[in-house]
Every structure is written in C-alpha cells, then in structure tokens.
C-alpha cells in the first residue's frame, strides 16, 4: 500500500472531470428525472436536494475528451511519476542485506566454504 504522500503525488491536482459523452445526455437526464419523481413521490427520507442527483449540462465550449484515451506525453508523465514515487519508497527502506538474517546467512555460506 502506498503512504498517503505517494497517493496524493500520483492523483495530480489538475484533473478534469469525467463527463458523459453527449449522445448519453439526453438519456441520462431522462432517467435521473424518473429517478428524482420517484424518489419524491416514494415518501423517502432524502437528506439533501435531489435535484442534485441530475446530470449536469454539457459545459458551453467544451470538448469531449474520452477518459480511456490519453496521450502519450500524458502517459508518459504518469509514469514518470510512478516511477519516482516508488524509487523513493525503495530508497527509503531499509537495506535488506543488512539485516541480522542476511548477516546470518552470509556467515553460514562462508563457514561452508
């Protein structure tokens, strides 16, 4: 598991939201206000507004960008950065050469020979 340092390191803080394509807005509007109606009409308790349970409009101006398809310099960031956290996780552990069981077995095979 990594520290929470690594975790936070690796998750970046400029991410965008993932949105849904806009040939699914049309549906997921639909649903969700079925949903809302629903739950209104059910006599559940809903703590918070459930209005918020709708999807969002498209933003003015955006692009969609599919979220499984990255560049590669982006690919290339991601794994730079993975590999620098874990090169600094490693080299923060102890060596394991220097344990009192590798000094053990280093003086074993040297009493053999």
């Known amino acids: 598991m990594w520290p929470q340092h690594h975790r936070r390191q ?24 079925a949903w809302v109606e629903w739950l209104e009409q059910s006599g559940v308790d809903v703590i918070g507004d459930v209005a918020e349970l709708l999807p969002e409009p498209w933003p003015d101006g ?23 956290a874990m090169t600094e996780e490693a080299a923060s552990r102890p060596d394991p050469d220097a344990s009192m069981l590798a000094r053990l077995r280093r003086a074993r095979e040297a009493y053999r020979r």
């Open 62 to 84: 955006q692009k969609f960008k599919h979220p499984d398809r990255v560049s590669h310099k982006a690919q290339l960031a991601a794994a730079l950065d993975a590999l620098a």
């Open 10 to 33: 690796l998750g970046g803080s400029g991410s965008r939201p993932i949105l849904l394509p806009p040939k699914f807005q049309g549906w997921a509007r639909e649903r969700g206000e």
